[in-house]
């Protein structure tokens, strides 16, 4: 049972501008949600995260919005640049849950 | 600060055979351990996971088991391999942090094909 779901497998976008990656959830319990970026070959890192409570957290060129009614949430990478391809995973948790619950994630890949 | 290690990074291996991979993590006491595979095409899906020594939960029922000897000491195994074990095995480990957000860190993977 897929409780966080990434629909898109795949983006590209040209450099200097803005990637949008997009994660849907089911599970109205959770209260956090986090992005991580993984490179092939490499384990996930972790890039940043939102509380229930928020809307947006912005760290940089990445932002994070959430929309609680619609279970939806976003990634925003402004400008987008050619190391920030990867495949970009979405999670989310509970506050009493000990796992991350996983999208299937987002190839992303930034063209010069 | 804190680091985490696997070991083998890459291994083959034929049906049927034992596997035995291992995870450390330096630089914290007490971590959560987790266990996850990336299969071809999927996403990360959660296989185990340790609060304490000796204390394993099993997300998912397969012929692979866990284990925790020592506090920052993983260890994932299976008696007999299956073609269907083949992926790209992560483990992470992270500090409880109560009613906050809880990230996870990820080591740099085992890529493990079954033949």
């Known amino acids: 049972d897929q409780q966080v779901k990434q629909n898109s497998p795949s983006l590209s976008v040209q450099e200097g501008r803005i990637s949008i990656l997009n994660c849907d959830y089911t599970n109205s319990m959770f209260d956090y949600f986090l992005w991580y970026k993984k490179y092939p070959a490499e384990g996930p890192t972790f890039l940043i995260s939102i509380s229930s409570i928020k809307d947006k957290n912005e760290d940089g060129r990445f932002t994070v919005f959430l929309n609680k009614s619609a279970k939806h949430l976003s990634l925003h990478i402004v400008p987008s640049q050619p190391g920030d391809s990867a495949v970009y995973f979405c999670a989310a948790h509970s506050n009493s849950g000990y796992a991350l619950n996983f999208g299937k994630g987002t190839s992303l890949l930034v063209t010069p | 600060s804190q680091t985490i290690h696997q070991w083998p990074a890459t291994l083959v291996q034929p049906v049927g055979s034992p596997l035995s991979l291992e995870c450390t993590v330096e630089?914290?006491?007490?971590?959560?351990l987790y266990w996850y595979r990336q299969a071809a095409g999927r996403g990360l899906q959660l296989l185990f996971y340790?609060?304490?020594?000796?204390?394993i939960s099993s997300e998912v029922p397969q012929n692979l088991s866990a284990s925790r000897p020592q506090d920052r000491q993983f260890i994932l195994s299976s008696k007999k391999l299956l073609l269907s074990d083949s992926g790209f095995y992560l483990c992470a480990w992270k500090l409880w942090a109560g009613r906050s957000v809880d990230t996870q860190y990820f080591g740099p993977g085992t890529r493990l094909t079954v033949l």
């Open positions: 340790s609060v304490g020594i000796g204390q």
């Open positions: 630089g914290t006491s007490n971590p959560n």
